[in-house]
């Protein structure tokens, strides 16, 4: 065992038997780089992460390897998840030195962390023009004896570089009608429209571009907008990323069709996309649309809640083929003879119905299943029994391995999702399970001063801390579950991250925003990312929980807040629109006012005050925040002055100072939601 077995990251134990004498992040392990004089081997990556798992096989299992690495360097392992700060800072380096980057990390330091060389994944062997892990070791080692002041003089620089490098030069205001118009035109121009989505392959779930694409429609009625989300989502649910038998998403697709996955599966891609399908069906009443929102919500609860409440972040993507080899797709993939075996009579309409051929669609004649017929009847009855009878065997095979910690962003979009899912469709559960997320993350990750821990584990907190995306996207779930519940203390507690935010991530002479809090550990740049990735940014996830929370309370400082942070989205918006979707999806709302709606009744059991409050939290107004309590509760500001309508519960609808009747119908509150 070497000192990743007291860690708490499942990705670090993982490692903690290698025979390398791995080190986590810690000054510790760099004052031991100066004292021995050795370079600082740093290899990042993730538990979910295939090629890790390939390199950490080949390489840090190696008895060989390892003793090299423990006799010449001192080798730290982080998991990226836990770190962002320090795989964010890093990976610039990486992307900046070799023009791209990725998983795992593997970047050479001296003993003040200054970066040298670079790469990523290393095979044992020289193959396909790269050298082997050992070569580049040797190589390394060979510079930092013979000619360590030119390692200085590089290392030196690229710190300097880096020092140098600016993000894109945000505009002073928020973007308004002229730069939504251009993002969506230029949405246009990458949209692949025999496929759905953006790009070419490999394909990513455009969780946050569907966001901005709804909210978009919603208050424009471009109907351009809702075809690109409504067929996107459509050939998602269709094809192989999706899990046609227990709900859920994979990372991404390898090829244009969503045909075969990359088949780990992700907490903040299920919550992002479970979160996207429920928004469609409120905008269209789609039947697919509730069906995957709900199937994901359960997946989630099912096979990622922890005993503790709250959500893991991940599954692999490999697991044992059941010869004892771990093999990617393993857990997912049927061939004919599968079905058979399972199904009998029906193995056919199966195989018709899920795509399964004879040639295969993935490796080895095995096929991802897929929802490929677009015409035709088939039994309702019969594929349902098919279903089950292909989950209960699944789930005898061995089961991809879980990445058991809690990230708290990553909970805080599920406790979004769950939040409103359970309120769109009646189902209490999926409301208790937001509940218990957001309880563990009071309970776990906030301390008394109102500062959020970034993981935690089997209900122990982990030792760093939350970076920018935490409080934001943890605001926002707790936003949600707020005006879904009609419980002020989400708001205020909201309240509580949202002044962290405004005192320790922002520049009060721009209104920027950093990843990292003003107080925290100092690396050799202080990481600054807006652009949004497979999660939303921390910028714009905070941007848009400040202006809930504005919309909430009427605070003028976290309009303002908001409004500066937007400003970034001003600049890239018209010009890189696919990744910058969720602070598109937020200046939308800014547009919209948002809407503020207040509900109030004689009590939680009132029959007629459930109506408004589901009609309320139902409007597709982009980015509305909804109170329900009693007249002149104190859980909201905005229920204060707030009365019954002739003794009938009523709902205030304002934006922009400016605030409409009451109205005391469902069917009234719908059309000025609309």
Known sequence: ?????????????????????????????????????????????????????????????????????????VSVKVDREERPDVDAVYMEAVQAATGHGGWP??????????????????????????????????GVQQA????????????GKIVRDLAQREIVRQAAEAPGEQELAQALLGLTREYDPQRGGFGGAPKFPPSMVLEFLLRHHARTGAEGALQMAVDTCERMARGGIYDQLG??????????????????????????????YAHLWRATGSDLARRVALETADFLVRELRTPEGGFASALDADSDDGTGRHVEGAYYVWTPAQLRDVLGDDAGLAAQYFGVTEEGTFEHGQSVLRLPQTEGVFDAEKIASVRRRLFDARARRPAPGRDDKVVAAWNGLAVAALAETGAYFGRPDLVEAALGAADLLVRVHLDEHARLARTS????????????????????????????TGEGVWLDFAGLLLDQVLVRFTDPATGALFDTASDAERLIRRPQDPTDNAAPSGWTAAAGALLGYAAHTGSEAHRVAAERALGVVKTLGPRVPRFIGWGLAVAEALLDGPREVAVVGPGPDDERTAALHRTALL???PGAVVACGTPDGDEFPLLAGRTLIDGAPAAYVCRGFVCDLPVTDPEALRAKLT
């Open 619 to 621: 409007g597709a107004a």
């Open 105 to 138: 990390m593997t970047v050479f330091l001296t003993p003040d962390a200054e970066p040298f060389y670079f790469g990523t994944y290393y095979p044992p062997a020289p193959r396909h023009g790269m050298p082997s892990f050992r070569q580049v070791l040797e």
């Open 1 to 73: 065992m070497n000192r990743l077995a007291h860690e708490t990251s499942p990705y670090l134990l993982q490692h903690a038997d290698n025979p390398v004498d791995w080190w986590p992040w810690s000054a510790e392990a760099f004052a031991e780089a100066r004292r021995t004089n050795k370079p600082v081997l740093l290899s990042v990556g993730y538990s979910s992460c295939h090629w890790c798992h390939v390199m950490a096989h080949e390489s840090f299992e190696d008895q060989g390897t390892a003793d090299y690495l423990n006799e010449h360097f």
């Open 144 to 155: 930092w004896t013979t000619r360590r002041e030119e390692v200085g003089e590089v290392a």
């Open 247 to 276: 709900g859920g998403f994979a990372r991404y697709s390898v090829d244009r069709d969503w045909t075969v996955p990359h088949f780990e599966k992700m907490l903040y891609d299920n919550a992002l996309l479970c979160r996207v």
């Open 457 to 484: 584990k089997d209900g122990r907190v982990g030792p760093n801390a939350g970076v920018l995306e935490d409080y934001g996207d943890v605001a926002e779930g707790f936003l949600a579950l707020a005006s879904v």
